[in-house]
């Protein structure tokens, strides 16, 4: 509970996770069927660059601030224009200082026939969440914890739908938290893509998330990572990765493009790295 994400917002972490469900959102949408997007861990929706948490620690100095100051080849610019875009909207004069975080991306992206179901346990997070989408009949906002809601909440009725799974990573269990509900998901809502994201401190933990999804039997999962340097267990976070179950077919070949600009852009050290992999096939 003591984990706020307005510390982090825009960080490199966010880079990747936000680059990625903007690609996410956009494939889905060349159906013209309905889609619901779940994000089980949503936070405050939307973050003030010039408040007391994120002037603490500056993250996003080395995060969204360089990636949107930074000229970009023509191919990676239409690939991050989706998410860049939103950016740039909520902040029409020349600084930074409001950073759409999930629930405000997915919300500018979507079409009036799509839908969002936004959870947060953390009180305060959870009173801020809820005002700003209030009277927003595409949105639903409940006090609920992240990891109850792939139970609750699949398959939804649009029979079509992206889950983002963003924990805190506070606890040393999370990793196993996280492949228990996403395994759950996923057999009632097998057709699902499913966006988790997780810091790169503790591989011993994500070699267990790995093993326990092939286990399950998940299908076609497809993994992202993105590293300035290199992060450990005792260092700060330099990088973050994500699974996705499901992803679309063109996923892999636009983080190819785009994951090689961004380590450039945002590199700390020449351990800086990037990687896309197919962690299970089809």
């Given at each position: 509970m003591n984990y706020r994400h307005a510390y982090h917002a825009g960080n490199i972490g966010d880079v990747l996770k936000h680059a990625v469900l903007a690609?996410?959102?956009v494939y889905l949408q060349r159906k013209d069927k309905a889609f619901r997007i779940i994000d089980t861990h949503a936070g405050i929706g939307a973050y003030d660059l010039t408040s007391e948490?994120?002037?603490?620690?500056?993250?996003w100095l080395d995060g969204i601030a360089k990636v949107i100051s930074t000229p970009m080849p023509d191919d990676v610019a239409a690939l991050l224009a989706p998410w860049l875009d939103v950016v740039r909207a909520d902040n029409p004069g020349k600084d930074l200082k409001r950073y759409p975080g999930s629930p405000a991306l997915a919300r500018k992206l979507m079409r009036p026939v799509d839908?969002?179901?936004?959870t947060e346990l953390h009180?305060?997070?959870?009173?801020?969440l809820s005002k700003h989408f209030a009277g927003d009949h595409q949105v639903k906002t409940i006090h609920l914890d992240g990891?109850?809601?792939l139970g609750s909440f699949l398959p939804p009725k649009e029979k079509r739908?992206?889950?983002i799974i963003d924990p805190a990573f506070e606890e040393i269990d999370e990793f196993d938290r996280m492949a228990s509900a996403v395994i759950k998901g996923w057999r009632k809502f097998s057709t699902g893509t499913y966006a988790c994201w997780y810091p790169l401190k503790d591989r011993h933990g994500l070699r267990r998330f790995d093993d326990t999804l092939k286990d399950a039997g998940v299908k076609d999962v497809l993994t992202l990572e993105l590293n300035v340097g290199k992060s450990g267990p005792d260092t700060a976070m330099l990088g973050?990765?994500?699974?996705?179950?499901?992803?679309?077919y063109t996923l892999a070949e636009e983080m190819r493009t785009v994951l090689p600009w961004?380590?450039?852009?945002?590199r700390k050290g020449s351990e800086a790295s990037w990687s896309v992999d197919q962690l299970i096939a089809e």
């Open positions: 690609r996410l959102i948490e994120t002037q603490k620690t500056g993250e839908r969002l179901t936004l009180p305060a997070d959870f009173d801020t990891w109850l809601a739908g992206l889950i973050s990765g994500m699974t996705i179950i499901n992803p679309p961004l380590r450039d852009c945002l």
